[in-house]
T-cell receptor, first 113, second 112 residues
Framework: DGGITQSPKYLFRKEGQNVTLSCEQNLNHDAMYWYRQDPGQGLRLIYYSQIVNDFQKGDIAEGYSVSREKKESFPLTVTSAQKNPTAFYLC????????????FGAGSRLTVL | EDKVVQSPLSLVVHEGDTVTLNCSYEVTNFRSLLWYKQEKKAPTFLFMLTSSGIEKKSGRLSSILDKKELSSILNITATQTGDSAIYLCAVVYASNTGKLIFGQGTTLQVKP
């Protein structure tokens, strides 16, 4: 079945450590996105990529980095520069049809100890 | 500043009740409005609305867009415990990038 796989589902990190969240899709979608979800704030866009080897900052990119070396993969690194990284992270993708209907992964919950 | 606001933020009802969730927006270059249902994990797509006044329906759920009022409502009739979830509203404001602005979400709890 086609879909988006995020891993790990749960991750604990000590302050000062970088962590990388994986996102893999087999939907053959060109565009991929990373959102952060906090209680009461909805989803906020971190980074997005419309094509391999290209990506753009979203609204809250500070303290995060991404790469898009393959169409199927869009990993997100939460760096030690991110001041409040504890959150639920959602990866999504969409077809380049203009419909903009996102398909989401199941998410990764990061907790900083 | 572009924004999407949902109300209420949380709602508790009993099975069989009808609920109406609201989404209002102030977005330049509006293209479409999307509703998603999120049950603990991945949000799942419910509706996409682009034209004002045309109701979309799926079983007990329905939604309509009012471009004059810059708002949309999501109705759920004869609620069931399985309807308990966060309902997210999002507006597409730049279709060439696929960027969306999400509201805060409405948390619905349906009690037996």
């Amino acid at each position: 079945d086609g879909g988006i796989t995020q891993s790990p589902k749960y991750l604990f990190r000590k302050e000062g450590q970088n962590v990388t969240l994986s996102c893999e899709q087999n939907l053959n979608h060109d565009a991929m996105y990373w959102y952060r979800q906090d209680p009461g704030q909805g989803l906020r866009l971190i980074y997005y990529s419309q094509i391999v080897n290209d990506f753009q900052k979203g609204d809250i990119a500070e303290g995060y980095s991404v790469s898009r070396e393959k169409k199927e993969s869009f990993p997100l690194t939460v760096t030690s520069a991110q001041k409040n990284p504890t959150a639920f992270y959602l990866c999504a993708s969409t077809e380049p049809s203009g419909a903009n209907v996102l398909t989401f992964g199941a998410g990764s919950r990061l907790t900083v100890l | 500043e572009d924004k999407v606001v949902q109300s209420p933020l949380s709602l508790v009802v009993h099975e069989g009740d009808t609920v109406t969730l609201n989404c209002s927006y102030e977005v330049t270059n509006f293209r479409s409005l999307l509703w998603y249902k999120q049950e603990k994990k991945a949000p799942t797509f419910l509706f996409m609305l682009t034209s004002s006044g045309i109701e979309k329906k799926s079983g007990r759920l329905s939604s309509i867009l009012d471009k004059k009022e810059l708002s949309s409502i999501l109705n759920i009739t004869a609620t069931q415990t399985g309807d308990s979830a966060i309902y997210l509203c999002a507006v597409v404001y730049a279709s060439n990038t696929g960027k969306l602005i999400f509201g805060q979400g409405t948390t619905l709890q349906v009690k037996p």
